[in-house]
C-alpha cells in the first residue's frame, strides 16, 4: 500500500507525515508546477507541468488496488474507485462506490448552473473537526476498515 496524495493545496500533509511516518509506508506528493515549493518532506515529490488535469493523471497513473489517496476531486475519486483504490477527502470523508454517483451529478449540476451564469458557493471554511475527522477516517484506512 502506499499513499498518494492530491497535494496542490493540500492542507492535511502534516497530520498524512504524522500517521505514516509510525506504519513505515511510501507517501508521494503529487503537485503541479504552479504549486511546488521547497518544503523538505521526507515523502517522494512527483512535478507535473501545470495543464489543466495533469496531476490528476499523474495520480491515476500510479494508483494500484489498496493504495489511498487523498483528493477532494470527486473525478480522480471515482477513477480511483474504479482502479479498486480507496480516496478520502481533506475534509475527511471517505469516498464510496455508493455516495460516488450522487456526488458525481452534484459536481455536474453546480458546473451546468456557473456556465449558466448562476452564482455558487464555494466550500466553507476548514475548522478543527475537518482535521479530526480527517485523522479517525484516514486511521481507518490504514488499518484496512
Known amino acids: 500500500m502506499k499513499i498518494l496524495v492530491d497535494?496542490?493545496?493540500?492542507?492535511?500533509k502534516d497530520i498524512?507525515?504524522?500517521?505514516?511516518?509510525?506504519?513505515?509506508?511510501?507517501?508521494?506528493?503529487?503537485v503541479s508546477l504552479n504549486h511546488y515549493s521547497q518544503r523538505e518532506d521526507p515523502v517522494q515529490v512527483v512535478v507535473v507541468d501545470a495543464l489543466p488535469q495533469a496531476v490528476d493523471i499523474a495520480l491515476i497513473n500510479r494508483v494500484e488496488p489498496m493504495d489511498i489517496?487523498?483528493?477532494?476531486?470527486?473525478?480522480?475519486?471515482?477513477?480511483?474507485?474504479?482502479k479498486k483504490g480507496r480516496a478520502i477527502s481533506p475534509a475527511g470523508y471517505i469516498f464510496?462506490?455508493?455516495?460516488m454517483d450522487s456526488l458525481?451529478?452534484?459536481r455536474h449540476l453546480r458546473a451546468t448552473a456557473r456556465r449558466a451564469g448562476f452564482k455558487i458557493k464555494g466550500p466553507r471554511k476548514r475548522d478543527p473537526k475537518d482535521d479530526q475527522r480527517f485523522r479517525r477516517n484516514f486511521i481507518n484506512l490504514l488499518d484496512g476498515e
Open 69 to 82: 489517496v487523498v483528493t477532494q476531486d470527486y473525478g480522480l475519486a471515482a477513477l480511483v474507485l474504479g
Open 104 to 106: 458525481l451529478e452534484k
Open 96 to 99: 464510496t462506490e455508493m455516495t
Open 16 to 30: 498524512i507525515l504524522d500517521l505514516v511516518r509510525q506504519r513505515n509506508l511510501k507517501v508521494i506528493w503529487v
Open 7 to 12: 497535494a496542490d493545496a493540500c492542507p492535511v
